[in-house]
């Protein structure tokens, strides 16, 4: 996003387009080929120069694919499903509750879904390539929160140990189908009144990603 400096109409163009982004809340989003990142440009007003002139420009910030629709939905549910630290990791952040309400969403996307496949089934019965088409998309679909729907529950099932148990351990479901417990480690952090306190950690590798469980109110 630039304007040639010596052009009038293209700083016009940049600036009718970057103060239509800024009013509208927009950014622009571009795939960078062969890599799993986005880079996302952000309207923004800033001083530059000696003079410190107000300039419109856009900020830029190279982001994990997908990263933005992630987000969305954070917003859409008011749930906080993401956190990011400063070098813009991104970290899964789930409580027991917010696990149960994706859990009941899928299972009503899945019921949704089912419904369609069975009124494209039942209707006059012809096979046209484009019901076949439909049909052959919403079992895809189907197949795919199928498999979301049983990590979701395996994700719940480790929070809700972890949740219940007095000392704080969380059951892990081995790749071969058995189950093993791991302990945690007990490590200085603050409460929400800013009291020092002693909180349970589990830190695993699952799926080659690293996963934490903590608790937010240890005393409870």
Known sequence: ????????????????????????RRAVVIRIPSTDRELV????????????????????YAVPVHLL???????????LVAVFDLDETLLMAHSGDSLKERIRRNNKTKDAKIGELRSLSSDDGSSSPSRIEQQKQLQAELALLEAEGKL????????????????CRV???????????????????RNLQ???????VVRLELNGKPCWFTRIKPES
């Open 1 to 24: 996003m630039a304007a040639d400096a010596e052009d009038a109409s293209s700083v016009a163009a940049f600036e009718a387009n970057h103060k239509a982004d800024l009013e509208g």
């Open 41 to 60: 440009l952000v309207p923004v007003k800033a001083r530059t120069g000696k003079d410190a002139t107000i300039t419109p420009l856009y900020w830029g």
């Open 69 to 79: 629709s992630l987000a969305s939905t954070v917003l859409h549910y008011s749930r």
């Open 152 to 167: 979701l529950q395996q994700d719940y099932e480790m929070v809700d140990f972890y949740r219940n148990d007095p000392q």
């Open 171 to 189: 059951l892990v479901r081995d790749p071969g189908g058995g189950m093993s417990v791991a302990e945690p480690t007990w490590e200085k952090s």
């Open 194 to 200: 800013g009291e020092e306190v002693m909180r349970p």
